[in-house]
């Protein structure tokens, strides 16, 4: 029998179904299983062993997304999403069909993702709404910060940074700012 897009797994560490705090308005966080950056003081260290958490398909997940019609949106979050990119770029698929906003975490930077050459990582990239990226820095821990933990990470705006290197300036990369206009710093 042939694997279809919503038979694809994805190793769960946990899901936050309502969140406000993981990105802009109301979201569906999903916490992915495994992270090779073992960041010192992270938030969620139980999420780094790859052999750990539960699997899910993405039409399982999709579904209990598609149950709140309230959601605005979708955040990848961890352990490091983009070691899954394969299955969360099928789901990013059926979250962008359905209207929803993307938004990932990675301890991974924008430069790192785009030097891995990799179809998937480069195609979920391209769906991204925001991307936090960097890893988390215990020394440089700022909590007045929105949406990151420490000073080194960014919020990117990825719609504009991609319209800016479409543009011509192929480095750019633009911060994202909130609905209120407020620049967060990065």
Same mark, same amino acid.
């Given at each position: 029998?042939?694997?279809?897009?919503?038979?694809?797994?994805?190793?769960?560490?946990?899901?936050?179904?309502?969140?406000?705090?993981?990105?802009?308005?109301?979201?569906?966080?999903?916490?992915?299983?495994?992270?090779?950056?073992?960041?010192?003081?992270?938030?969620?260290?139980?999420?780094?062993?790859?052999?750990?958490?539960?699997?899910?398909?993405?039409?399982?997940?999709?579904?209990?997304?598609?149950?709140?019609?309230?959601?605005? %949106?979708? +955040?990848? *979050?961890?352990? $490091?999403?983009?070691?899954?990119?394969?299955?969360?770029?099928? =789901?990013?698929? !059926?979250?962008?069909?359905?209207?929803?906003?993307?938004?990932?975490?990675? %301890?991974? +930077?924008? *430069?790192?993702? $785009?030097?891995?050459?990799?179809?998937?990582?480069?195609?979920? =990239?391209?769906? !991204?709404?925001?991307?936090?990226?960097?890893?988390?820095?215990?020394?440089?821990?700022?909590?007045?910060?929105?949406?990151?933990?420490?000073?080194?990470?960014?919020?990117?705006?990825?719609?504009?940074?991609?319209?800016?290197?479409?543009?011509?300036?192929?480095?750019?990369?633009?911060?994202?700012?909130?609905?209120?206009?407020?620049?967060?710093?990065?």
């Amino acid at each position: 029998m042939e694997e279809t897009v919503k038979d694809k797994v994805i190793r769960v560490c946990g899901i936050e179904p309502e969140s406000i705090v993981d990105g802009p308005g109301f979201r569906y966080v999903l916490f992915v299983q495994g992270c090779p950056h073992h960041c010192h003081g992270c938030h969620n260290p139980e999420s780094w062993a790859f052999d750990a958490g539960e699997d899910m398909t993405v039409g399982e997940i999709f579904d209990q997304i598609m149950e709140n019609p309230n959601l605005r %949106g979708v +955040t990848f *979050s961890g352990g $490091e999403p983009f070691e899954q990119a394969d299955a969360l770029l099928d =789901l990013a698929k !059926l979250c962008k069909n359905a209207g929803l906003t993307l938004m990932s975490y990675s %301890g991974y +930077t924008l *430069s790192e993702l $785009e030097a891995r050459r990799d179809p998937a990582t480069d195609e979920l =990239l391209g769906m !991204l709404d925001i991307l936090v990226d960097g890893r988390y820095d215990e020394s440089l821990r700022n909590l007045t910060l929105v949406y990151c933990g420490s000073e080194n990470q960014r919020v990117i705006d990825m719609n504009k940074t991609r319209r800016a290197r479409a543009e011509g300036d192929h480095g750019m990369v633009v911060p994202y700012k909130s609905g209120f206009d407020v620049e967060i710093r990065i």
